[in-house]
């Protein structure tokens, strides 16, 4: 009988199935196989109770920043892959009825393709990797391919890539996911969890065919990512205002913090902010507390970013180190419940889960092969008169996303190649890699069930962005356009 998500999948950890005898763990895998066929993975009809999707939405709003909350929808309508950005709690929702095989890893939670990106080590190497991890939660593996897999359907759709177009892309990355699993599934712990994807290998896959065109290409994208730091977010988002550095107003989408609030107030807010930032620096090791000890606060701003998370509450915070040229900036986002939750039953086994800011670090120094220095998690006591949970990390640190309107078909399929290794190495190292390899085998009946689903869940995300735009058009949901 097919194992669904239905059920509340119970947390698993993958340390107990790594020690058991590789062989018993690549038995229960082809056991798992026999019980949930590849082909079930191609199933995709929408239950006749599903959600409305409209619906789903609404009720996310209800935790949001009122006047935010239309901006989100405007972005949304922009195209259905902005919709699917923006739409992961619909389809969490959705990927509950479907097969999975029961191993749990790890979850990003939001696997799209412009959810993996370049961004520096601490090495100060570029690197490629997953790069958002708002709703990351234990889960079944499929979920994740299952929403990257789709994702570059809707993509090259609206790229008005065709049909053989998109299987080519798709099934490349679903195969880079199969094939690096199984490698993975030969290594090590440690191997698998000191493999990265650096420059080298993103420009040896992005450069194919290793043309001069394509190579140039890459050297141009990698020297930008390279200037995306601090002091380019300074001269950016920063200038001189009455003799002191201050973060400029760009209203809606940058409001400094004396704009939002009256004097009483915003000092109020201002200190109820640094009491998060010194409570954020006890998650700090302690190399990395002594510099952050070296900075000091200047000034802060609310700042809206993304598609799915416009409305939460973030801010940039600038902090200053040895003069106006040595700048840190902080982004301190609100961790909401992950989409995924309430999906999987909670054991208890990660007291991380607890926490919304602990989780999204947690899951994140779990799943990328290295992590921003800055990166931890605190909860303010009186944000908007309530308790809430945030994670912080450092606002722009070179970090880069791919441009998916300019992509070719052989660019798209390039880059899939890439995203599929990496988010095999994400589960790799959280899960048991040898009985997901298992299940998976050697040939391609995964990679094409998956496509029928992506191409299955791309008329539905494509009818659900319909919806949204009647729900607009009616008047039934805020719209603010063009921001």
């Known amino acids: 009988m097919t194992t669904t998500a239905a059920t509340h999948l119970p947390l698993v950890t993958a340390g107990g199935g790594r020690r058991r005898d590789p062989g018993a763990r690549a038995k229960q895998g082809r056991a798992a196989r026999k019980r949930v066929p590849h082909a079930s993975h191609a199933e995709w009809r929408p239950a006749p109770d599903r959600p409305d999707p409209v619906g789903v ?11 935010l909350v239309p901006i989100r929808h405007g972005r949304m309508l922009v195209s259905p892959f902005t919709y699917y950005r923006g739409a992961a709690a619909v389809m969490a929702s959705d990927l509950a009825s479907t097969p999975v095989s029961g191993f749990v890893t790890q979850l990003c939670g939001d696997a799209h393709l412009t959810n993996f990106g370049a961004y520096a080590s601490p090495e100060r190497n570029l690197v490629f990797d997953i790069n958002d991890f708002d709703e990351t939660f234990p889960g079944p593996w499929e979920w994740d391919v299952k929403r990257l897999a789709a994702s570059f359907v ?45 420059t080298g290998q993103a420009g040896r896959v992005l450069t194919t065919p290793p043309t001069k065109q394509t190579r140039k290409r890459f050297e141009r994208a990698e020297a930008k990512a390279r200037t995306h730091d601090s002091l380019q977010a300074l001269r950016k988002l920063t200038g001189i205002v009455d003799g002191q550095r201050r973060i400029l107003a760009d209203p809606p989408l940058v409001v400094p913090v004396q704009d939002l609030l009256p004097d009483v107030e915003r000092k109020l807010f201002e200190e109820q902010l640094r009491g998060l930032l010194r409570g954020y620096r006890r998650t700090l090791a302690d190399d990395r507390r002594h510099l952050l000890d070296g900075f000091e606060f200047v000034d802060m701003a609310r700042k809206v970013v993304g598609v799915g998370s416009v409305g939460t509450r973030c801010w940039i915070v600038l902090l200053r180190g040895r003069d106006d040229t040595d700048p840190l900036l902080l982004q301190v986002k609100e961790a909401q419940p992950s989409v995924v939750a309430p999906y999987i039953m909670d054991s208890g086994v990660l007291p991380c889960l607890r926490h919304g800011g602990e989780r999204v670090v947690a899951g994140q120094r779990l799943m990328q092969a290295v992590s921003d220095i800055f990166l931890g998690w605190q909860t303010a006591p009186g944000i908007d008169g ?73 008329d539905q995300s494509e009818q659900d962005h319909a919806a949204l735009a009647a729900a607009a058009g009616a008047g039934r949901i805020p719209v603010v356009t063009g921001v």
Not at 174 to 190: E, I, K, N, P, W
Not at 391 to 404: C, E, G, I, N, T
Not at 442 to 452: I, K, M, V, Y
């Open 57 to 67: 939405l609404a009720a996310q709003a209800a935790s949001r920043l009122p006047e």
């Open 154 to 198: 809707i993509a090259a759709r609206d790229n008005g890539f065709g049909r053989k177009e998109r299987a080519a892309i798709v099934r490349t990355t679903v195969c880079s996911y199969r094939t690096a699993m199984a490698r993975f599934a030969a290594l090590g712990d440690l191997d698998v969890w000191y493999a990265r994807a650096d």
């Open 386 to 458: 309530q308790a809430r949970d945030f994670y912080v990390r450092q606002l722009r640190d070179w970090k880069q996303s791919a441009v998916v309107e300019a992509m070719d078909a052989a660019t798209m399929r390039s880059y899939g190649d890439l995203c599929g290794w990496v988010l095999a190495r994400a589960h790799a190292r959280t899960g048991d890699r040898v009985a997901i390899a298992a299940y998976l085998g050697d040939g391609d009946t995964f990679d094409r069930a998956l496509l029928e689903f992506a191409e299955r869940y791309a």
